[in-house]
């Protein structure tokens, strides 16, 4: 790693948060005549991935400076009175959990850009088509960013407007509706999460992140704990999504612009389950002791639900929509970074962390793919797919169809791949759960788990089957399909790349998270 002092890291996460708001003020602005191309929609595309490339550039940079001997530690710290009268503070920093959350909104940000300058979305002007995009990246990245429970609740919220018109006025069909649900559960959720996080602000006199979870005795009681668990937690929930509060992501995904999934999926819902670690787990542990068997049992019905969702969609004649089962498929995968944060021990919060980033490479190259054959084949209905008029991938586009495979065989956990760890570590910690929690119960909740995993092995490889290796695969009289373009393979090759090397090398993230779990889960004590 190379050594950037401390000042620069500072600069650097200031400009990965406030960079995206800049880039989309300028991207409303007219273009200067010598930048505008051969049009000014191609000169607005190029600024989005200008600007998302800087960031992404700018985030490596901080991992590289990061300090890896010391990933507990918050690093690049930015600490700033905004409202004395409350004691709000314009604080940011970075540690081994936060920081692979941001490199990974860097990446699929710019990735979705670079996708949109080949292949823009049907809709209004691209101007702010690529000002929503940076909004979206300034509020998800300042989510992971701020050490401020309001300013949290602030970037928390600052996401779901650019989504709702990124449904609503690029999206596919009956995008109007998925949009207006989308915005009205997150909006209601994060009404009685804003009482939970004042709650804890006044009961402890501070909305400091880092001082909540490093004070012993921060004044909050266990009732105070378990009322905030509970107001906080349904918000976190709604937005991860949790059975039963996940019913508005199907429709949102189905709905939305290819690009809209893959940040739904890759980036939004790991901001849910990104607060239960962040704030809930190290600030109000007793709340969250009570409340782990329940949060456990959602869980695990989460990862069932889910499964045989997607199965009920991949049967023969179902008429199901290939993003809605992949939309069904997260509420799964989901359920396993769930069911790892209610063990409360360092393996299954380190399980959900790694499942986290797996799920957000993963299901983004998926959402990537599968807008790919809809664009190729004018469908996504499973049944259309499987008939020979369909996309039988191997045979009519087989690079393509490789592709599909490869995210499919990730997203159900083979080993050696990215998916595995994150849901076998969680598993793990259901095993031996933490010191209060009951036993048997997690051992239930384990096993019902596991189970869930041989239903997404079964969903996955029917697709594969249905799609792929349909009657025209291999048919010399089939039609052929466009294969993987150019701008696809630049787009793509990352997710591949990291969901291997992820799979392979476990430990280059496992090394950034343990310790500042351990940390975390001992209420900051070294």
Same mark, same amino acid.
């Given at each position: 790693?190379?050594?950037?002092?401390?000042?620069?890291?500072?600069?650097?996460?200031?400009?990965?948060?406030?960079?995206?708001?800049?880039?989309?003020?300028?991207?409303?602005?007219?273009?200067?005549?010598?930048?505008?191309?051969?049009?000014?929609?191609?000169?607005?595309?190029?600024?989005?991935?200008?600007?998302?490339?800087?960031?992404?550039?700018?985030?490596?940079?901080?991992?590289?400076?990061?300090?890896?001997?010391?990933?507990?530690?918050?690093?690049?710290?930015?600490?700033?009175?905004?409202?004395?009268?409350?004691?709000?503070?314009?604080?940011?920093?970075?540690?081994?959990?936060?920081?692979?959350?941001?490199?990974?909104?860097?990446?699929?940000?710019?990735?979705?850009?670079?996708?949109?300058?080949?292949?823009?979305?049907?809709?209004?002007?691209?101007?702010?088509?690529?000002?929503?995009?940076?909004?979206?990246?300034?509020?998800?990245?300042?989510?992971?960013?701020?050490?401020?429970?309001?300013?949290?609740? $602030? *970037?928390?919220?600052? @996401?779901?407007?650019?989504? +709702?018109?990124?449904? %609503?006025?690029?999206?596919? /069909? =009956?995008? #109007?509706?998925?949009?207006?649900?989308?915005?009205?559960?997150?909006?209601?959720?994060?009404?009685?999460?804003?009482?939970?996080?004042?709650?804890?602000?006044?009961?402890?006199?501070?909305?400091?992140?880092?001082?909540?979870?490093?004070?012993?005795?921060?004044?909050?009681?266990?009732?105070?704990?378990?009322?905030?668990?509970?107001?906080?937690?349904?918000?976190?929930?709604?937005?991860?999504?949790?059975?039963?509060?996940?019913?508005?992501?199907?429709?949102?995904?189905?709905?939305?612009?290819?690009?809209?999934?893959?940040?739904?999926?890759?980036?939004?819902?790991?901001?849910?389950?990104?607060?239960?670690?962040?704030?809930?787990?190290?600030?109000?542990?007793?709340?969250?002791?009570?409340?782990?068997?329940? $949060? *456990?049992?959602?869980? @695990?019905?989460?990862?069932? +639900?889910?499964?045989? %969702?997607?199965?009920?969609? /991949? =049967?023969? #004649?179902?008429?199901?929509?290939?993003?809605?089962?992949?939309?069904?498929?997260?509420?799964?995968?989901?359920?396993?970074?769930?069911?790892?944060?209610?063990?409360?021990?360092?393996?299954?919060?380190?399980?959900?962390?790694?499942?986290?980033?797996?799920?957000?490479?993963?299901?983004?190259?998926?959402?990537?793919?599968?807008?790919?054959?809809?664009?190729?084949?004018?469908?996504?209905?499973?049944?259309?797919?499987?008939?020979?008029?369909?996309?039988?991938?191997?045979?009519?586009?087989?690079?393509?169809?490789?592709?599909?495979?490869?995210?499919?065989?990730?997203?159900?956990?083979?080993?050696?791949?990215?998916?595995?760890?994150?849901?076998?570590?969680?598993?793990?910690?259901?095993?031996?759960?933490?010191?209060?929690?009951?036993?048997?119960?997690?051992?239930?909740?384990?096993?019902?788990? %596991?189970?869930?995993?041989?239903?997404?092995?079964?969903?996955?490889?029917?697709?594969?089957?249905?799609?792929?290796?349909?009657?025209?695969?291999?048919?010399?009289?089939?039609?052929?399909?466009?294969?993987?373009?150019?701008?696809?393979?630049?787009?793509?090759?990352?997710?591949?790349?990291?969901?291997?090397?992820?799979?392979?090398?476990?430990?280059?993230?496992?090394?950034?998270?343990?310790?500042?779990?351990?940390?975390?889960?001992?209420?900051?004590?070294?």
């Amino acid at each position: 790693m190379i050594g950037i002092s401390e000042s620069v890291m500072q600069f650097l996460l200031a400009l990965i948060v406030a960079g995206p708001l800049i880039g989309a003020v300028a991207a409303l602005l007219p273009a200067p005549p010598g930048l505008k191309g051969k049009s000014p929609d191609q000169a607005v595309l190029r600024h989005g991935v200008v600007v998302t490339g800087a960031v992404l550039i700018a985030a490596i940079v901080l991992a590289l400076g990061f300090d890896h001997d010391h990933p507990s530690r918050m690093q690049a710290t930015t600490d700033i009175r905004w409202i004395p009268a409350l004691d709000v503070r314009v604080h940011l920093g970075v540690d081994g959990i936060s920081l692979p959350l941001l490199v990974l909104t860097a990446l699929l940000t710019f990735l979705c850009a670079l996708y949109s300058y080949f292949k823009m979305p049907e809709g209004p002007s691209p101007r702010a088509f690529v000002a929503l995009v940076l909004v979206l990246e300034a509020g998800t990245l300042a989510t992971f960013a701020v050490l401020d429970l309001l300013l949290f609740f $602030l *970037a928390f919220e600052m @996401v779901l407007i650019p989504m +709702y018109f990124l449904i %609503a006025r690029w999206g596919g /069909a =009956r995008r #109007g509706p998925a949009a207006w649900k989308f915005i009205l559960y997150t909006l209601l959720g994060s009404v009685v999460m804003l009482l939970g996080l004042l709650l804890i602000g006044l009961k402890s006199g501070t909305f400091d992140m880092v001082a909540l979870a490093t004070d012993n005795d921060p004044g909050l009681t266990t009732s105070v704990q378990v009322t905030a668990v509970l107001a906080i937690g349904v918000g976190l929930a709604v937005k991860t999504p949790m059975w039963p509060l996940h019913s508005w992501l199907p429709d949102a995904h189905t709905a939305a612009p290819t690009v809209g999934s893959v940040l739904l999926a890759g980036v939004l819902l790991k901001m849910g389950t990104y607060g239960f670690v962040r704030i809930l787990l190290p600030i109000a542990p007793d709340g969250m002791e009570t409340f782990a068997p329940y $949060l *456990a049992a959602f869980a @695990v019905v989460g990862i069932v +639900y889910g499964s045989l %969702a997607c199965l009920a969609l /991949a =049967r023969p #004649g179902a008429k199901g929509d290939l993003k809605r089962l992949i939309a069904y498929s997260s509420v799964g995968h989901m359920g396993f970074v769930l069911l790892g944060i209610a063990t409360m021990t360092p393996t299954g919060v380190n399980g959900a962390l790694f499942a986290n980033i797996a799920h957000g490479l993963i299901t983004g190259l998926l959402f990537f793919l599968v807008g790919a054959v809809k664009d190729r084949t004018g469908t996504s209905d499973l049944d259309t797919l499987a008939q020979e008029s369909g996309a039988a991938l191997y045979g009519k586009a087989p690079r393509l169809g490789a592709l599909l495979a490869f995210g499919a065989v990730a997203s159900l956990g083979l080993p050696g791949l990215a998916g595995f760890w994150g849901e076998m570590l969680a598993l793990f910690g259901a095993f031996d759960p933490a010191d209060g929690l009951s036993r048997p119960a997690f051992l239930t909740f384990m096993a019902i788990a %596991a189970f869930g995993t041989l239903l997404t092995a079964a969903y996955m490889l029917i697709v594969v089957r249905r799609v792929c290796m349909g009657p025209g695969a291999g048919t010399e009289q089939a039609p052929r399909l466009a294969d993987v373009h150019g701008y696809e393979f630049a787009a793509w090759t990352p997710l591949v790349a990291l969901t291997v090397l992820a799979g392979l090398w476990p430990a280059a993230l496992l090394g950034l998270t343990d310790p500042a779990v351990q940390q975390l889960l001992a209420g900051g004590k070294s």
